[in-house]
Nanobody
């Protein structure tokens, strides 16, 4: 089972930017994984917002974050990054990184596809 850990997050004003980082640790290269970012607000279901296949660099985004969020991989750090720009108060949530061995696909936002999850990191956007 891969071990997943997020870092980053914090508080920012609307229009600002934040970057989250996610490491996937296992017996194989981090590039063999589909890594996704989810977010959750208390009382609501966990929402998949972005994902990336390390093997083919394909990326996927939910409509509400397209053109604002960018997911990438930093091979030097063996980490997946989520760059969040033009943040809005409605982006406030706990953000989770999740990993599944293999490639991502149109199912990227389905939480049960991912067996490994990080502990979550808080992102707060004030108006």
């Amino acid at each position: 089972q891969a071990q997943v850990a997020e870092s980053g997050g914090g508080s920012v004003q609307a229009g600002g930017s934040l970057k989250l980082s996610c490491t996937v640790t296992s017996g194989v290269s981090h590039l063999y994984y589909c890594v996704a970012w989810f977010r959750q607000v208390e009382g609501k279901e966990r929402e998949g917002v972005a994902a990336m296949s390390g093997s083919d660099n394909r990326t996927y985004y939910t409509d509400s974050v397209k053109d604002r969020f960018t997911v990438s991989v930093d091979n030097a750090k063996e980490a997946y990054l989520l760059q969040m720009n033009s943040l809005k108060p409605e982006d406030t949530a706990i953000y989770y990184c999740a990993a599944a061995f293999g490639v991502c696909g149109p199912w990227f936002a389905k939480a049960n596809f991912y067996p490994a999850w990080g502990q979550g990191t808080q992102v707060t956007v004030s108006s």
